[in-house]
């Protein structure tokens, strides 16, 4: 069975742009949740999707938004960005909401200049 | 204060030794889980627990609940064990239930 991926895996983005991130989960997973990680402020929750519907948010501005697929797939997208949204973003997908193993896509790096 | 909290931050071990992590939670978990991030890699999980205790392999994790404290043993550590371990704990009620809360992460080195 194929992992979690996520498309790009780099990109370099300059600020005030927007940009879209995907993750493709693992077959049967109905679960995505996404994670931004920095050197200063470690892995942080962004949102968690189940059935196409957002369940849990993060404490990200506005800017950050999701949404998901009838077939679990998710797009994360970033509008206005800002030197600081640099960071590695994860998406990880699960059999079901809540209390579940979690297993990892490789990561988009995203650069902001 | 973090809610969830790592120790120690750095660990550098010769081969061979047994190593332990430590987690500190104050939040209401569902779940505590232990996670494996090698430079420039992705992250696996490697042990998802809600009590007791799990092995696999060389690893070994153990929760206590009333203490809200979590450890990940590695026994027989080897150099390929170098990486970052994180614990993170899934709320367990609330609006926030089943959203991850991650420790700072301990970073291990094991030498030759």
């Known amino acids: 069975k194929a992992g979690v991926t996520q498309t790009p895996r780099y990109l370099i983005k300059t600020r005030g742009q927007q940009v879209t991130l995907s993750c493709s989960p693992i077959?049967?997973?109905?679960?995505v949740s996404w994670y931004q990680q920095t050197p200063g402020q470690g892995l942080q929750f962004l949102f968690e999707y189940f059935s196409e519907t957002q369940r849990n948010k993060g404490n990200f501005p506005g800017r950050f938004s999701g949404r998901q697929f009838s077939n679990s797939r998710s797009e994360m997208n970033v509008s206005t960005l800002e030197l600081g949204d640099s960071a590695l973003y994860l998406c990880?997908?699960?059999?079901?909401?809540?209390?579940?193993?979690?297993?990892f896509g490789p990561g988009t790096r995203l650069t902001v200049l | 204060k973090n809610e969830v909290e790592q120790s120690p931050q750095n660990l550098t071990a010769q081969e061979g030794e047994f190593i332990t992590i430590n987690c500190s939670y104050s939040v209401g978990i569902s779940a505590l889980h232990w996670l494996q991030q090698h430079p420039g890699g992705g992250i696996v999980s490697l042990f998802m627990l809600s009590s007791g205790k799990k092995k696999h392999g060389r690893l070994i994790a153990t929760i206590n609940i009333q203490e809200k404290h979590s450890s990940l043993h590695i026994t027989a550590s080897h150099p390929r064990d170098s990486a970052v371990y994180i614990c993170?704990?899934?709320?367990?009620?609330?609006?926030?239930?089943?959203?991850?809360?991650f420790g700072q992460g301990t970073i291990l080195t094991v030498h030759p």
């Open positions: 990880a997908s699960s059999l079901v909401l809540g209390v579940d193993t979690q297993y």
């Open positions: 077959s049967g997973h109905r679960s």
């Open positions: 993170a704990a899934t709320n367990a009620g609330g609006t926030s239930y089943g959203k991850l809360t």
